[in-house]
């Protein structure tokens, strides 16, 4: 067992045990084992009593993480301090027979048995073990399958409790050995799925699609739910959180959110079909969070404590390869950045602009972060998103990158957006611009190629130019391909819903912001209402396209998901947007297609909307 000195100090926020932490807490059992497993076999209708089904992530070339759930109310779990007390087996540790905690645990039911085949069927099991069941961790069972699988390979996985219950089978590909050679590569990727604004088709169709494994950029959770005065969301979906708050500030609160998101049948869909990769954005914690725990919609003063159980709960549900650095001076630095390779084709960089952040450049007020002037404070050097160490750490894999691809999972815009000479979003990288700089620096001066930033947040499908300085020609070195959001308001919603007088908590901009805008660019549109919203959203769409050039392509009417399918030869995006969020099962179409060929920073159009010319 490992405590972290700073931890242990503080008895509020409970410490994770490392076995959890690393997911690394289980038993391989080979062929005839010491185990006996015939107590553990199927004898009820798969799905039943795994409430919030099954998930898988972070595949590398030997493994992948996977994830369940078992209802509390038909399995007993064992506690930290039983597994504690116990001498573990560890992958990286001899097979040690004489462990009889292990094998208590196993009689009693505390376990799961888990099963990898490469059978849908599960008629030949390539592996097989026990994992706890973690009583003190809202009965999640993770564990880290690196090591013990075979490259290139769709596996298919369940878990079963000694009462005979079986989890839905999940399905999961291990990725190509690094540096091997790999043609093709699909990767899906979506971001900000609030619950209660709708259903989530987008998560449905992207679970059909045929891909390497899909990418969450954040606000996979919405920490504000169940709000009578401001929720404009559907009638069916609404969230009631335990402590009765609108916004989620205990364990408790978080960790609901997380259990009635994954309830959800077109997410487990999604799960059961694929691995994730996934980072966090703010609304897993609090709206526009910077460091070390401050989410300023609701305090100035950090806020540890909170900080602590929002990211308990991510790491319970999150099938994710992630930990506490050993050194770490807090429980809250749980860290998030890391990459991975896909053979030769691509290095995935995946980082956290949340926990590291400096605050907002000019300012906490409303009208500071968005729709601003700006200010010095946005040029100065010692302000940085990613953190020294891990602004350090992503520059020098960009510089050691042998991948034909290098793309990056990023979660708010890149380059510029101004309307109206204002800056829109100061909580982007617009608010950082010096260390945005120092990232085009390096890429452009080690001659990085083929740099692509995937990023989410700003609830619109955008596919821009990254450039060295947003001026009318500033050298192209890159591109951001932004997805939609999967429910959240998008701009044109956010109008409509505000000239309609409704305040939207999942909106990319506050609304004294979106009044702001309104006055300044139609002041008719507020007063008399006289411009049909349709009319009022493209003259919007357009100007922002006349005042940030570098944007090719752009669409914040529609919800959907994207995909990005690598090979040799180029990169192709293409972004997918579903007719209603409204409704249930709805209809996908195509929305937008570009190309960006090897070698060349260039966005070649194949398919755009009619809305933005
Ligand atoms: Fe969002």
Redesign the pocket.
């Known amino acids: 067992m490992y405590f972290n000195d700073s931890v242990r100090e503080d008895e509020n926020r409970a410490p994770f045990p490392e076995c959890f932490l690393t997911g690394s807490a289980f038993r391989v059992v080979n062929g005839s084992s010491d185990i006996e497993t015939k107590a553990y076999y199927a004898t009820q209708p798969a799905g039943e009593g795994f409430p919030q089904s099954v998930a898988s992530g972070d595949p590398t070339s030997s493994g992948m993480m996977i994830w369940t759930r078992v209802d509390p109310s038909l399995e007993a779990g064992a506690s930290d301090i039983e597994i504690g007390g116990g001498g573990f087996e560890w992958p990286n540790k001899p097979h040690d027979k004489n462990n009889s905690s292990f094998a208590d645990l196993i009689d009693q039911g505390k376990t799961v048995m888990f099963q990898v085949s490469t059978h849908p069927n599960f008629s030949f099991v390539e592996l097989s073990g026990f994992s706890p069941v973690w009583k003190d961790h809202d009965h999640v069972v993770r564990m880290d399958l690196d090591g013990l699988l075979h490259p290139n390979e769709t596996y298919y996985y369940r878990f079963i409790t000694r009462s005979g219950l079986v989890s839905k089978a999940g399905r999961c590909r291990t990725l190509p050995p690094e540096g091997s050679d790999c043609p093709a590569a699909t990767i899906g990727y979506v971001?900000?799925q609030d619950y209660t604004s709708g259903y989530f088709n987008a998560l449905a169709h992207l679970a059909d699609e045929q891909m390497d494994f899909f990418l969450h950029l954040g606000?996979y959770i919405y920490e504000a739910a169940g709000e009578a005065s401001y929720q404009t969301g559907l009638e069916a979906r609404q969230i009631t959180l335990p402590s009765g708050e609108d916004k989620a500030f205990t364990l408790e609160d978080y960790r609901h959110l997380y259990n009635v998101y994954r309830t959800d049948p077109d997410l487990q869909k999604l799960h059961e079909n694929h691995a994730m990769v996934a980072t966090w954005?703010d609304?897993e914690f609090a709206n526009d969070a910077y460091a070390p725990a401050v989410a300023p919609d609701d305090s100035l003063e950090p806020d540890l404590k909170r900080r602590h159980s929002a990211n308990s709960a991510w790491l319970e549900y999150m099938p994710s390869r992630v930990y506490v650095p050993s050194r770490s001076s807090s429980s809250n630095a749980l860290k998030l950045y890391r990459s991975m390779t896909i053979g030769d084709l691509a290095t995935l960089y995946i980082t956290d602009e949340r926990a590291y952040r400096d605050a907002h450049p000019c300012g906490e007020q409303e009208l500071e972060r968005y729709f601003t002037d700006g200010c010095e404070n946005i040029h100065s050097p010692d302000r940085s998103m990613l953190g020294r160490e891990q602004k350090d750490w992503f520059l020098g894999e960009l510089k050691n990158s042998s991948s034909l691809w290098n793309i990056w999972a990023n979660q708010v815009q890149i380059t510029q957006l101004k309307f109206l000479g204002r800056y829109i979003n100061l909580d982007a990288w617009d608010g950082f611009a010096h260390e945005r700089q120092a990232i085009a620096q390096t890429v452009m001066n080690k001659g990085i190629q083929n740099f692509i930033v995937l990023t989410g947040?700003f609830?619109s499908f955008e596919a821009s130019y990254l450039q060295e300085d947003y001026s009318r020609d500033g050298h192209k070195f890159g591109v951001e391909l932004m997805v939609g959001?999967v429910t959240?308001s998008n701009l044109n919603e956010m109008v409509q819903k505000n000239l309609n007088n409704l305040f939207d908590h999942?909106s990319?901009l506050p609304q004294n912001a979106t009044l702001e805008i309104f006055r300044t660019f139609l002041p008719d549109a507020l007063s008399k209402r006289i411009i049909p919203t349709e009319f009022l959203f493209k003259e919007l769409q357009n100007a922002i396209k006349i005042e940030n050039p570098w944007i090719e392509l752009f669409d914040s009417t529609s919800h959907g998901y994207a995909l990005l399918e690598l090979s040799k030869s180029r990169a192709v995006w293409t972004a997918y947007a579903v007719e209603s969020i409204e409704e249930k099962q709805a209809s996908k179409s195509l929305l937008l297609q570009c190309e960006i060929p090897n070698g060349e920073a260039a966005i070649n159009v194949k398919e755009k909307n009619s809305l933005f010319g």
């Open positions: 971001s900000c606000d954005d609304h947040d609830h959001s959240s999942t990319p």
